[in-house]
């Protein structure tokens, strides 16, 4: 999948960097097998590395334009084109619901760790996900499937 290896391009050069990040939106539920096909890739930063990381995505891709959408206030936000892939990068992402702003967790208590190729890819939480869609209203109908397979992994407990 080339969606993979441009995560593992970006993860490489981002551990090499001691960036702090985690990857999330759909491409987190494709690596549950939650869902069967990501289209972009969303990366979750802490906003301290927002400098280094916009320096590393200009040299990997090209930065594009992000429209404003008013159920965000997003503290750092770059959209890049990088080998014909759509990678989002995000940080302090806060979400206007009905309570007001929610802030998703970042980074969370404990991150999940993945090794592909010797590279090691963090996963954001799926709790965190799954109130984050919460907030947003559920757009891509994704609170079902999350918490579907939250119940189901504590079930086998």
């Known amino acids: 999948m080339n ?13 090499r960097n001691n960036v702090t990040w985690a990857v999330g939106g759909s491409l987190l539920l494709y690596y549950y097998d939650i869902l069967d ?12 590395d927002e400098a280094i990381v916009f320096e590393i995505m200009n040299k990997l891709g090209i930065e594009k334009p992000s429209e404003t959408i008013g ?8 959209k890049f084109d990088v080998s014909g892939v759509e990678v989002d990068i995000i ?21 999940k760790i993945i090794k592909e190729n ?3 890819i963090f996963l954001d939480s799926l709790e965190n996900w ?4 919460r907030a947003m209203g559920d757009p891509k109908n994704r609170v079902k499937l999350i918490d579907g397979y939250l119940n189901n992994e504590k079930g086998m407990c």
């Open 91 to 111: 940080g302090d992402f806060f979400i206007k619901s009905k309570k007001g702003y929610y802030l998703h967790p970042f980074p969370p208590k404990e991150l």
């Open 130 to 133: 799954l109130e984050t869609y």
């Open 3 to 15: 969606l993979i290896n441009i995560l593992l391009k970006i993860a490489e050069v981002f551990n």
């Open 71 to 78: 159920n965000y206030k997003t503290g750092v936000f770059g």
């Open 118 to 120: 010797n590279i090691e």
């Open 37 to 48: 096909s990501p289209n972009d890739i969303d990366i979750i930063i802490d906003p301290k």
